[in-house]
């Protein structure tokens, strides 16, 4: 089963504007992950978020995570058509690495 | 450094047929995992490889799926006999040099994307 719910599950946005995608779980975890895919592709680790933590910043990316409603937020400023790919979260449940994945958030940046 | 290397990267096969995937993790890394996603959806876990011990499969549908990973290093996912259900995208990553941060992040090869008719 998945763990996680991400929401939307697709996105349309112009180049430069912001991406905003959430991300809902069930149980306590050890940290959260959020991966890139683009079309044809395997996924790309983006970012990891631990328990303790809440927000974290890498380049354009912005996370959040909100442990008490048990969700995350990536944000994506100055969005790129390059940015267009399907970008998942994944929980791990300190359960010796073990990543569960959501179903993803179709993202496309029209130029 | 290299990525995690898998082959075939396409494959057609008739339902009840056998087919079998290769992996070739990042250098050094100790834990693999193959994974199965499915069109629309996110991948999801079949087996986990702690060298080339089984730390997780309990989502490996034991019947048909077996893996191995024999010297704990490169790894085969095999399928027999397939069914039409199992046309996927088949996953595997790596993780981890011990000692080392981040054990968590895990590095994904392109795939192989199997079509059962």
């Known amino acids: 089963s998945q763990q996680g719910e991400e929401d939307p599950q697709a996105l349309s946005i112009q180049e430069g504007e912001n991406a905003t995608m959430n991300c809902s779980y069930k149980t306590s975890i050890n940290n959260l992950q959020w991966y890139r895919q683009n079309s044809g592709r395997g996924l790309v680790h983006l970012i990891l978020?631990?328990?303790?933590?809440r927000e974290k910043h890498s380049g354009r990316l912005r996370v959040t995570l909100d442990t008490s409603k048990k969700s995350s937020s990536l944000l994506i400023t100055a969005s790129r058509a390059a940015d267009t790919a399907s970008y998942f979260c994944?929980?791990?449940?300190?359960?010796?690495?073990?990543?569960?994945f959501g179903q993803g958030t179709e993202l496309s940046v029209k130029p | 450094e290299a990525g995690v290397a898998q082959s075939p990267r396409y494959k057609i096969i008739e339902k009840r047929q056998s087919v079998a995937f290769w992996c070739n993790p990042i250098?050094?890394?100790?834990?693999l995992y193959w994974y199965q996603q499915i069109l629309g959806q996110g991948p999801k876990l079949l087996i986990q490889f702690q060298n080339n011990g089984v730390v997780d499969d309990s989502q490996l549908p034991k019947d048909r799926f077996s893996a191995e990973r024999l010297k704990g290093v490169d790894s085969t996912l095999k399928i027999q006999p397939a069914k039409l259900e199992d046309s996927a995208v088949y996953l595997c990553?790596?993780?981890?040099?011990?000692?080392?941060?981040?054990?968590?992040?895990?590095?994904f090869g392109p795939g192989t994307r199997l079509l059962v008719l």
């Open positions: 978020i631990r328990s303790n933590e």
């Open positions: 990553a790596s993780s981890w040099i011990p000692g080392t941060d981040s054990p968590e992040t895990q590095y």
């Open positions: 994944a929980t791990d449940n300190n359960q010796g690495g073990k990543l569960i």
């Open positions: 250098s050094g890394h100790a834990t």
